[in-house]
């Protein structure tokens, strides 16, 4: 599957994004979904990640009550709000899909996921 993000760019201290992407498959329904981001010389960071029914979501413990995952299987999309944002939220931010499987184990692994979008950069000013 082909993943394309958006939504991206420059933002003050505690304000808010919401990133979108979009997927080539129609059968999104068949993969997880998730978010990372990655910071320059840092290694791939879990943000957040959605089941294939959207119904089961876990996330990062630095995003978790303020970042938000979503996705419509019927539209090919995966968001991510971000509320009150923060300096140390600047990094650039990836969709990842894999094929669904039994349980959710890895989906916070980077590793365990087998298709990626290009990325879109965040900034957060202080």
């Known amino acids: 599957v082909q993943l394309q993000a958006s939504g991206g760019g420059l933002v003050q201290d505690g304000g808010s994004l919401r990133l979108s992407c979009a997927a080539s498959e129609r059968t999104l329904s068949t993969y997880d979904m998730a978010w990372f981001r990655q910071r320059p010389g840092e290694e791939r960071e879990f943000a957040a990640a959605?089941?294939?029914?959207?119904?089961?979501?876990t996330y990062g413990l630095s995003v978790k009550g303020l970042f938000t995952i979503s996705r419509d299987n019927a539209k090919n999309t995966l968001d991510l709000q971000m509320n009150l944002l923060k300096p140390n939220d600047t990094a650039r931010y990836y969709c990842?899909?894999?094929?669904?499987?039994?349980?959710?184990?890895?989906?916070?692994?980077?590793?365990?996921?087998?298709?990626w979008g290009q990325g879109t950069q965040v900034t957060v000013s202080s």
């Open positions: 959605v089941r294939w029914g959207g119904f089961t979501t």
């Open positions: 990842a899909a894999r094929r669904r499987g039994p349980s959710s184990d890895g989906l916070t692994d980077h590793r365990r996921f087998t298709s």
